[in-house]
Structures are given as C-alpha cells and as structure tokens.
C-alpha cells in the first residue's frame, strides 16, 4: 500500500467574488491584547471583502482584552463556554452564547473551558441620522424563533439581531437551517454581502458559476452580486450561521 499523502491538495478556493476555506490551510495570526488563542482570520479586507470572519480558540488560559473601534464585533460560542465582562458586569457564555459589542465598548474573555471555538464578524459601523449606536446584546440562538422562510416549512431562519426592524443596525447574523433535501427556492443576487460557517450537516453551494461541495466546519465568503443557491445533502439537517450588511444602501 503506498501511504503518501498528496499535500497539495485542498478543497478551498479563492476567487474574486466568493471563497471557499475548509481550514486544512490555516496558519495562525497573533492579534494584540488576545493572549492563549489560535486566531484565524478567515475573511477579511485583504480577501476582497468588506467585513471581517475569524475563528478562535481558546486554552484554559486564554483572554481577549480589549476596546472595539471603529468596528463592531459580534461574538459567537461555536464549542466550550468562557466568560465575558462588559460594561463592569460578567456574564457566562456557553455553546450557542452570543455577544454583539457596538463601537467603543472595552470587553474581557477569560475563564475559557479549554478548547472553547468563537466566531466574529465584523464590521465598520456605519452611523444613521437620527439612530443611535445600539447597545450591547447578550443571548443564545436556542432562544431565538425559527421562521418560515419563502414559504418553505423544510427551511428555517433565526434573525440573531434586530436586523431590519431597527435601522441603528447595519448589519445581520442569522442562522439558516435546511432540512434533508431542501435547497433555495431561486439562485439570490443581491447587493448585501455574506460570510458563513457550517455549523451542521453538508450539501452543495453554488457561487458564481461553480459547484462546491460544503460540510461542517467550512466558510464561505460571498461578494456583492455574487450569484448563490444552496441545497442539504445527506440525512441530517444543513445549518450556517451568516453575516449580512443591510439598511444602509443605497447612498
Ligand atoms: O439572507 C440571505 O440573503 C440568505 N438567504 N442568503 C444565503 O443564504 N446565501
Ligand atoms: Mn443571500
């Protein structure tokens, strides 16, 4: 048997308009005031992109200090459980935990079971005349509706922030879920852009005018106009968790 590895294979791409990244390639990055944590930055300006996806995690030891500027970043526990400080006040965070911290906030991570994975997006806040900046918001996903989505009962959605009911915010988290089989009813082109993890189960993306095979684990970056349809494969739903700007154009 010939046991050779082909190293220089890899199911992720990088294209003008989407990406697709799978992990296998990821080489850490060291972000100031975040001690005893892998830090990789999946999407970001560099990319093409307009917002920024990283994935962290944490040791036991592991701490993110620090103040949010211009960006907002929004917070997510993919895996474990750590604490976070804001605002003088300590919360727990476990899997399914999210934070949304608006522009100028000082934040503290720490008391990390070891291992424990977090998602961020995040975005440069863009003001609105006669909205205020929100405020911090503190939840989980499993206390967040599942809606109906075009009609479909075998597609679900869960709107994380306030998304379109509140103008002070310009930018979306939502996590859709795909029953075994369903898929997008149409192939969406749109103005708002997009970066996802696969949270669960696996299926084919298609992005521009190509077919990727997606599971568990893999991002996704999507441009603006960028053509997009999904459909589940296998027995088990295909849930992402996705980040959306909205509210905001045209200017
Ligand atoms: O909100 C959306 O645009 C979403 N339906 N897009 C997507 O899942 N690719
Ligand atoms: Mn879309």
Redesign the pocket.
């Known amino acids: 048997m010939n046991k050779i590895k082909l190293t220089s294979l890899s199911r992720s791409v990088v294209e003008s308009d989407h990406a697709v990244i799978t992990g296998d390639g990821f080489v850490n990055s060291k972000v100031p005031g975040w001690d005893n944590c892998e830090v990789n930055v999946v999407i970001n300006e560099a990319m093409g992109a307009n917002f920024c996806q990283l994935l962290i995690t944490l040791k036991d030891t592991g701490k993110l200090e620090g103040k949010t500027k211009d960006s907002q970043i929004f917070f997510y526990v993919l895996e474990g459980e750590c604490d976070v400080k804001v605002d003088n006040q300590k919360n727990k965070l476990e899997k399914g935990s999210y934070i949304y911290l608006p522009i100028g906030k000082e934040y503290l991570f720490s008391n990390a079971k070891e291992g424990t994975k977090l998602l961020t997006f995040h975005k440069v806040y863009e003001p609105l005349e006669g909205y205020s900046v929100p405020d911090v918001m503190i939840n989980n996903a499993s206390n967040i509706n599942q809606n109906i989505y075009c009609e479909d009962p075998n597609l679900l959605m869960q709107n994380l922030l306030p998304d379109q009911d509140n103008l002070s915010f310009d930018m979306a988290v939502?996590i859709?879920t795909y029953n075994p089989g369903a898929n997008?009813p149409f192939v969406?082109t749109?103005i708002?852009e997009?970066g996802l993890i696969y949270l669960e189960g696996q299926g084919i993306y298609r992005l521009a005018d190509k077919w990727y095979p997606i599971k568990k684990g893999d991002s996704i970056w999507?441009a603006p106009y960028c053509p997009?349809w999904?459909g589940a494969l296998g027995t088990e739903p295909a849930v992402y968790i996705?980040y959306?700007n909205i509210n905001r154009f045209p200017t």
């Open positions: 939502n859709f997008l969406e749109h708002m997009h999507m997009q999904f996705y959306k």
